[in-house]
């Protein structure tokens, strides 16, 4: 329950709701007090539940850390070739997971900050490493991603067992 009291400089005290407690201060202004404190439900998520997912992202990173810079590289590529057939299953109103394209996304992040720390490792500038970031995008040979090839193999492994 909240209490309101307006002190004007003539000592004239207006309350709003039961009467707090007077004190003799040199305040002059609005007073706002809180009787009773509140108490904020604890939440359903236990604590067990983010320590799993700490996990999980502390192994997908120590994987990660063991590929060299040129495998990070090629699985970028291939993770964002993926993205774009997300994006083409999901304008052709085609199902799939929404979640994957969150998980895409915070995977590439984490590749190109292990990409980025090696490279501050090396000492190379921030400057410098935008631009050779251009130079490899510009020499990246376009490909399809890894599912385009698997329905392909599945479509003429298909193709041979009718023949």
């Given at each position: 329950?909240?209490?309101?009291s307006?002190?004007?400089?003539?000592?004239?005290t207006?309350?709003?709701?039961?009467?707090?407690l007077?004190?003799?201060?040199?305040?002059?202004?609005?007073?706002l007090?809180q009787?009773?404190t509140?108490t904020?439900p604890a939440?359903?998520?236990?604590a067990?539940?983010?320590?799993?997912?700490?996990?999980k992202?502390?192994?997908?990173?120590?994987?990660?850390?063991?590929?060299?810079?040129?495998?990070?590289?090629?699985?970028?590529?291939?993770?964002?070739?993926?993205?774009?057939?997300?994006?083409?299953?999901?304008?052709?109103?085609?199902e799939?997971?929404?979640?994957?394209?969150?998980?895409?996304?915070?995977?590439i992040?984490?590749l190109?900050?292990?990409?980025?720390?090696?490279?501050?490792?090396?000492?190379?500038?921030?400057?410098?490493?935008r631009?050779?970031?251009?130079?490899w995008?510009?020499?990246?040979v376009?490909?399809?991603?890894?599912?385009?090839?698997?329905?392909?193999?599945?479509?003429?492994?298909?193709?041979?067992?009718?023949?």
């Amino acid at each position: 329950m909240l209490s309101l009291s307006v002190t004007s400089p003539s000592s004239s005290t207006t309350s709003f709701l039961p009467k707090p407690l007077q004190f003799k201060t040199s305040f002059n202004g609005i007073r706002l007090r809180q009787p009773n404190t509140c108490t904020i439900p604890a939440t359903n998520r236990t604590a067990s539940a983010s320590v799993v997912m700490m996990a999980k992202r502390e192994e997908q990173l120590k994987e990660i850390r063991t590929k060299t810079t040129e495998q990070i590289n090629d699985e970028v590529v291939e993770l964002k070739g993926e993205l774009v057939m997300l994006r083409i299953q999901k304008s052709a109103r085609n199902e799939f997971k929404s979640s994957d394209f969150r998980n895409m996304r915070k995977t590439i992040a984490r590749l190109l900050t292990v990409k980025r720390e090696r490279e501050i490792e090396e000492g190379i500038s921030k400057r410098l490493s935008r631009k050779l970031d251009k130079q490899w995008k510009k020499n990246i040979v376009v490909k399809p991603p890894p599912t385009v090839l698997r329905l392909r193999e599945e479509e003429a492994a298909a193709e041979a067992a009718e023949a």
